[in-house]
């Protein structure tokens, strides 16, 4: 009998998402952390919350607007979903500005990094600021008196901005009482003093202190009655109509140019902020009470993410490591060689990015390569990997590149890059329309003496460099046939016509990834009910698909041991007498952000394991091209499971064990020991301590 979901068998995707931050936020108060870290995960919790913000709040928003208030799969209504997410957020930011100013700050000034107030400035501070708002501040600033001549301006996404209450008239007779500067984004938010002027080794002054200080020099001969520092939050969801496109980049580039003025989603302004000045902004905004955040501090925690960066503390810091390589790398240089040698498998951050780079980087000046292929999703503004592909092309490579226009947030670089890359002869498709291309392949075609072979490299992240340094990934170089046969086969589907083919060992969203992850919890229930041993375990960023929630607690109902490690939002409800109880949840939050894909199933001994770009949720599933790929070398499977999946079940100081109400509990070491799933593979891949 198939188990019917009801709606108190799901727990709610923006309701996890607020839990997943209190667990980041968790990290700021724990002493156990360097003290700039703790700042740096206060700000991550502040640029989650913006996000939160311009899309999925915004969406809800929109959909109580266009749809009305039914009530969705888990039971809430858009209006009361609203409210409840209000609810926690106001309590969730309200305790994250308790910690920066009673716990982080203090912590910080004891050790000389001091953030210096207005009231506390001595002549020589009060000089200094001076000097610095006149010289760099004051000539790149454009008040604005609201009057008929001029309305209330157009204030940009995030953006920090001042409204001023002045008194008198100015030189023309006018006194609107009200004017908003807005701060230009090329100024830093956080400024450091010398120390012979701060008096401490670390000084600094925000930007809305200095311009609290010297406003009145903007407005010559009238009274400033207060200054209030505010930022709004728009929807920077971007909307394309598909029906009425003929090509998806020009749609794009219009649809960016009007992101940063969205309809506003929330306000923040400071606490000192009168309730005449809240009324006024509110209603500007067409804001509502619930999207008020009066901050007692800083109304854009993100900008204090470069402080760390400005600070020359290694004690305050996590120590520094060097990604390892492989031991065949380290003895083999040749990366077509070491491939042909068999299956390389790279554990990201704890090993280098490097091999990939470098793969390429061959592959753009080996004579014998004929083409390269590769997905894009996001890479950066500054990419090696794409400016290998453009030396590639301007070699005379065949150079494809499928890239994603609608990476959120990432759109403006990918144009960019899509300009060079047809600068220089390279390929350019935009994949699907209404399919995100998600995968992360890379192959490379080189002619040898037996024809052409080809290379391929799949990964669970993205080909960015940088965040390749702090997210947790794995990545497979392989010129396994039927793999490489798979991976050439879903390139010519995104750059041609055609129907979808069978594939020998890939599953692919949106063809086979759902069914084929169905077909193996079943498997795992047919040997439970065969009393033979049966287990699931998958590490994800998000579990909300709820075909595959089903599935999971009938296996959990048969016997099937199902252990899942995700990072954030899971819509399960685990331990649930009945229904869940052979499920456990757990979220780990760390150093780097949990990012791995791995999909274990015991499969009568076999154990079968898949690396993967997709998340089991319906979008990863069924509207996105998404790859999971078997790693086939059993030297290879045992270190996935050795290395991506034991260590985070046995974490018993970074994990968080979740709670059938969808709360979370961390888990505590006992008798003192300690086992850090992160630190260990730090020690056991990376050469720490490096530089």
Not at 139 to 167: C, M
Not at 234 to 250: C, F, I, P, Q, Y
Not at 478 to 503: P, R, W
């Amino acid at each position: 009998m198939t188990l019917k979901l009801r709606p108190d068998h799901l727990l709610n995707r923006e309701l996890c998402l607020i839990e997943f931050n209190r667990r980041v936020l968790a990290q700021a108060e724990d002493d156990s952390n360097p003290l700039l870290e703790r700042l740096k995960f206060l700000c991550i919790v502040s640029s989650n919350l913006d996000e939160l913000f311009e899309v999925r709040i915004a969406s809800l928003q929109e959909h109580l607007r266009s749809r009305g208030d039914a009530t969705e799969v888990d039971g809430y209504t858009p209006a009361a979903l609203l409210q409840e997410i209000s609810e926690r957020l106001h309590g969730l930011v309200s305790h994250q500005y308790r910690v920066l100013r009673e716990t982080v700050l203090p912590a910080l000034a004891a050790e000389g990094v001091c953030f210096l107030r207005r009231p506390s400035w001595n002549e020589a501070q009060q000089a200094w600021v001076r000097d610095y708002f006149f010289r760099e501040v004051m000539p790149v600033l454009t008040p604005i008196g609201l009057d008929p001549a001029h309305p209330f301006p157009r204030v940009l996404n995030k953006s920090l901005n001042f409204a001023v209450e002045l008194d008198g008239r100015d030189a023309f007779g006018r006194n609107s009482g009200v004017a908003i500067v807005q701060a230009p984004r090329i100024l830093p938010r956080v400024i450091p003093l010398p120390p012979e002027i701060s008096g401490v080794s670390h000084g600094f002054v925000f930007l809305s202190s200095i311009l609290h200080a010297h406003v009145g020099e903007l407005f010559s001969g009238m009274d400033v009655l207060g200054c209030y520092q505010f930022r709004v939050t728009r929807n920077a969801d971007l909307s394309v109509d598909e029906g009425d496109m003929t090509d998806l980049r020009e749609a794009l580039q219009d649809e960016l140019s009007h992101r940063q003025f969205g309809e506003a989603v929330r306000l923040e302004v400071a606490d000192n902020c009168p309730q005449h000045m809240v009324d006024f902004l509110l209603s500007q905004f067409k804001l509502e009470e619930g999207g008020l955040f009066k901050v007692d501090g800083p109304v854009n925690l993100v900008r204090l993410m470069q402080v760390p960066d400005l600070v020359n503390r290694a004690d305050l810091k996590y120590p520094p490591f060097r990604p390892a390589l492989p031991s065949v790398l380290q003895k083999h240089h040749d990366m077509f060689e070491v491939m042909q040698r068999g299956d390389v498998l790279l554990h990201h951050p704890f090993q280098s990015f490097g091999p990939v780079v470098e793969l390429l980087r061959q592959a753009a000046h080996d004579e014998r390569v004929v083409a390269i292929k590769m997905t894009v999703y996001r890479t950066g503004n500054d990419s090696v990997l794409m400016d290998a592909l453009i030396q590639a092309a301007q070699r005379g490579k065949e150079v494809t590149v499928v890239l994603e226009l609608m990476a959120r947030f990432d759109e403006e670089a990918n144009i960019g890059w899509a300009d060079r890359l047809e600068e220089v002869g390279a390929h350019v498709v935009y994949g699907v329309v209404g399919y995100k291309t998600h995968a992360k392949m890379l192959m490379v075609v080189r002619r040898e003496a037996k024809g052409l072979r080809r290379y391929v490299h799949l990964g669970t992240g993205n080909y960015h460099p940088r965040t390749t340094k702090f997210y947790t990934d794995f990545g497979l170089m392989t010129c396994n046939e039927q793999i490489g046969e798979d991976v050439s086969d879903i390139f010519t589907q995104l750059t041609g016509l055609g129907k979808a083919g069978q594939l020998h060992a890939l599953w692919q969203a949106p063809f086979t990834l759902h069914s084929e992850i169905l077909r193996a919890i079943e498997a795992e229930v047919r040997h439970a009910k065969a009393g033979r041993k049966a287990r699931v375990i998958a590490k994800m960023n998000a579990l909300v698909e709820p075909q595959v929630i089903r599935a999971l607690y009938a296996a959990s109902q048969a016997g099937v041991q199902v252990d899942l490690i995700i990072r954030g939002v899971c819509a399960l409800r685990p331990g649930v007498p009945g229904l869940s109880e052979n499920i456990r949840v757990r979220s780990v939050v760390g150093r780097f952000l949990e990012h791995t894909r791995v999909f274990y199933f015991h499969a009568d001994k076999e154990e079968k394991v898949y690396l993967s770009s997709a998340d089991w949720m319906h979008r990863n599933l069924f509207r996105r091209i998404e790859v999971a790929f078997p790693v086939l070398e059993p030297k290879l499977k045992r270190r996935v499971i050795r290395e991506g999946l034991l260590p985070y079940l046995s974490d018993n100081r970074q994990a968080w064990e979740m709670l059938p109400d969808g709360s979370y509990r961390q888990k505590t070491s006992r008798r003192g020991v300690a086992r850090v799933a992160q630190q260990h593979l730090l020690l056991e891949l990376g050469e720490s301590g490096a530089a």
